[in-house]
């Protein structure tokens, strides 16, 4: 069983950053690719970014390349999402996820945390 808690989020400025964290509990925790989906209101849950825990490895959705850049501490079991030139099309909640091959389409994802709401004004 795997559990992810998440912290980070909230209002920020159109151009402005934020940050998100997201810390994985359970065994073999190593063995999994952790990352952030977003749903903004009315929408469909999307893909953002990914990486290993294992290898480090990132990846990412095309429309966050450039803004986004995600990272991982293997030894405090955490993932972390650096969001920059944040656009009001960013806003949305964030859901920290994980999975034991590569993430990709949301009905594919194993585990959520509990969702974090990201809001950025023009």
């Known amino acids: 069983q795997v559990q992810l808690v998440q912290s980070g989020g909230g209002l920020v400025q159109a151009g402005g950053s934020l940050g998100l964290s997201c810390i994985i509990s359970?065994?073999?925790?190593?063995?999994?690719?952790i990352g952030w989906f977003r749903q903004p209101t009315g929408k469909e849950r999307e893909f953002v970014a990914g990486?290993?825990?294992?290898?480090?490895?990132?990846y990412y959705a095309e429309f966050v390349k450039g803004r986004f850049i995600i990272s991982r501490d293997r030894a405090e079991k955490t993932a972390l999402l650096h969001m920059s030139s944040l656009k009001p099309e960013d806003t949305a909640v964030y859901y920290c996820?994980?999975?034991?091959?590569?993430?990709?389409?949301?009905?594919?994802?194993?585990?959520w945390g509990q969702g974090t709401q990201v809001t950025v004004s023009s």
């Open positions: 996820a994980a999975n034991r091959k590569r993430l990709g389409p949301a009905s594919e994802v194993e585990y």
């Open positions: 990486i290993s825990m294992a290898t480090a490895g990132p």
């Open positions: 359970g065994r073999s925790f190593d063995t999994y690719d």
